[in-house]
C-alpha cells in the first residue's frame, strides 16, 4: 500500500480543520473503503486483550466519534466492508462463554433467579468469560445472550460486533431470551446484569417491554444510564438533529451509539418519568477509571417509588482496581458486587 497522504481528519482523507488533531495511531492499520483510506482500529488490541486489566481502553472510540464531529461530510463514501482481527477464544461470540446456557440447570432454593448476562456496544457473549463461570461455581444458572446485530452500520458489520441496533428492538429481544430462560428454568423472575449499552437495554426490557414483573434484580456496569459525551465532543443540544455530526455517526458506528449520547431522545423517553420500576432490586456499578462515561458518577440511578437502588463506586471498595469500561466485567471487585446484589449474605474479598 502507497503511502498514507498527509490530508487525514482522524482517518478520512480529507483537508483537515485545524481544529483537527491526529488521533493516537498505536494499534491502528489502515485499509481501503471504497477508494478512500479510513483508520481500522484493530480490535483484538483496543478492545480486549485476555490477561490485561488496562486493555480495553476505548480512547480510540472518542477518536472515530471526534472523526466525525471535525470530518462529517463524507458519509456518502463509506460502505461496511472492513474485517476485524479476532479477539478472546471465540472471536464471533457463537458459544457462550464457560458456565453460562446450561439450559438443564435448575435454580436453587438459595439462587432462586438465573442470571442473564447482556454485553455492551460492539461487543458479544465473550465479555463475560471471566464473570459467567465465576457465578457459576458458586451456585447460579447462567445464560448469556448476543443481540442488537445490525450489519448496515460499518462497525454493525464486522464480524462479532453486536449491539449496534436500535436499542429499543434490542430490549425485545432480551426479553425474548429472558423468556425462554424462564420457560426452560420454572424461575419466575430473573436477575439481569447489563454492561455499558446493557444496562440501557435491560432497563428498556423492564420499562417498556413487559420485564417488570419477570426481573427480581437489575445490575449495571458502568452503565450508559443517562449518556455519554464523549471527553465533551458531543453536543447534547443536536444529537437527534438530522445532518449532524452526531446523528451522522450512525452508518458507521451504529444507531444504538446515537442513542447513547447525551441529550437523546432515547435516553429522555427512558430516563423521564423515574428511572425505575417498582419491585425491582437495583444496583448500579460505577468506576472512577471509566473512559468512555464521564463524569463515572453519571451511571449511577434514582430511586423511583416502589425500588430499591444501590450506588456502588468501585474504587471504594478496592482503590487499586485498574479496569477500564471495556474490561470492567472482568474485575474481581466488580464480581464480589454483582454477587452481593444477588445475595446479601454473600460473603467474600472485595479487593483480592
Not at 6 to 19: E, K, V
Not at 216 to 241: K, P
Amino acid at each position: 500500500m502507497p503511502p498514507v497522504p498527509d490530508l487525514f481528519c482522524h482517518g478520512f482523507m480529507i483537508p483537515r480543520p485545524s481544529a483537527c488533531r491526529d488521533p493516537e495511531t498505536e494499534g491502528v492499520r489502515r485499509e481501503p473503503v471504497d477508494g478512500m483510506i479510513i483508520r481500522i482500529i484493530d480490535l483484538s488490541q483496543s478492545i480486549r486483550t485476555k490477561g490485561s486489566p488496562m486493555a480495553g481502553s476505548k480512547r480510540w472510540f472518542a477518536a472515530a466519534l471526534s472523526g466525525f464531529l471535525c470530518c462529517s461530510a463524507l458519509f456518502g463514501s463509506l460502505a461496511p466492508n472492513a474485517a476485524a482481527a479476532p479477539f478472546g477464544k471465540n472471536p464471533d461470540g457463537s458459544v457462550a462463554p464457560p458456565g453460562a446456557n446450561d439450559w438443564s440447570c435448575a435454580p436453587s432454593a438459595a439462587h432462586p433467579e438465573p442470571v442473564v448476562l447482556v454485553h455492551g456496544t460492539w461487543d458479544n457473549q465473550n465479555a463475560w468469560d471471566v464473570l459467567a463461570p465465576r457465578l457459576k461455581a458458586v451456585g447460579y444458572c447462567v445464560f448469556s445472550l448476543n443481540y442488537g446485530r445490525d450489519a448496515t452500520s460499518l462497525f454493525g458489520s464486522i464480524p462479532g460486533q453486536y449491539a449496534t441496533g436500535d436499542i429499543r428492538a434490542s430490549a425485545r429481544e432480551v426479553g425474548a431470551f429472558v423468556e425462554r430462560v424462564r420457560a426452560a428454568t420454572g424461575a419466575a423472575k430473573v436477575a439481569l446484569v447489563g454492561h455499558s449499552q446493557g444496562a440501557v437495554v435491560s432497563r428498556q426490557y423492564v420499562r417498556f417491554d413487559g420485564g417488570g414483573d419477570r426481573v427480581g434484580h437489575l445490575i449495571t456496569l458502568v452503565g450508559s444510564n443517562h449518556g455519554t459525551s464523549y471527553q465533551g465532543l458531543v453536543n447534547a443540544n443536536r444529537v437527534d438533529t438530522p445532518q449532524s455530526p452526531e446523528h451522522m455517526a450512525a452508518p458507521l458506528l451504529g444507531v444504538a451509539i446515537v442513542q447513547q449520547l447525551v441529550g437523546s431522545e432515547f435516553l429522555h423517553q427512558l430516563n423521564d418519568d423515574g428511572e425505575t420500576v417498582p419491585g425491582i432490586d437495583y444496583t448500579a456499578i460505577a468506576s472512577r477509571l471509566d473512559d468512555v462515561s464521564r463524569p463515572p458518577e453519571e451511571t449511577f440511578l434514582h430511586a423511583g417509588p416502589g425500588a430499591t437502588v444501590h450506588n456502588v463506586m468501585v474504587q471504594d471498595l478496592c482503590p487499586a482496581d485498574p479496569y477500564l469500561h471495556a474490561t470492567l466485567p472482568n474485575s474481581p471487585t466488580v464480581a464480589y458486587i454483582v454477587e452481593r446484589a444477588l445475595d446479601p449474605s454473600f460473603e467474600g474479598n472485595p479487593c483480592p
